[in-house]
């Protein structure tokens, strides 16, 4: 397998900062008509990191619509 044709890119790993930069310019998860949102990556051209909009349960026991990133990332209200 010739990897100059299967690898024709590099895999960007975002680093923490680059996720909470991000995670600023996401809108209201609460209503969103969109199950996921797309947030460029600031100097990174071309990148952006997606955004999962998740149902989480409180302590409280209150649903409430979050954002996540992967799945692993729970971001919190403003």
């Given at each position: 397998?010739?990897?100059?044709?299967?690898?024709?890119?590099?895999?960007?790993?975002p680093?923490?900062?680059?996720?909470?930069?991000?995670?600023?310019?996401?809108?209201?998860?609460?209503?969103?008509?969109?199950?996921?949102?797309?947030?460029?990556?600031?100097?990174?051209?071309?990148?952006?990191?997606?955004?999962?909009?998740?149902?989480?349960?409180?302590?409280?026991?209150?649903?409430?619509?979050?954002?996540?990133?992967?799945g692993?990332?729970?971001?919190?209200?403003?």
């Open positions: 397998m010739d990897n100059d044709t299967h690898h024709n890119h590099l895999k960007f790993v680093t923490i900062s680059n996720i909470a930069e991000c995670s600023k310019k996401l809108p209201e998860a609460k209503g969103y008509k969109s199950q996921t949102v797309d947030i460029p990556v600031e100097g990174k051209t071309g990148l952006n990191l997606t955004f999962e909009r998740i149902k989480y349960v409180g302590k409280d026991g209150i649903s409430q619509a979050r954002w996540s990133y992967k692993r990332i729970l971001i919190g209200e403003r």
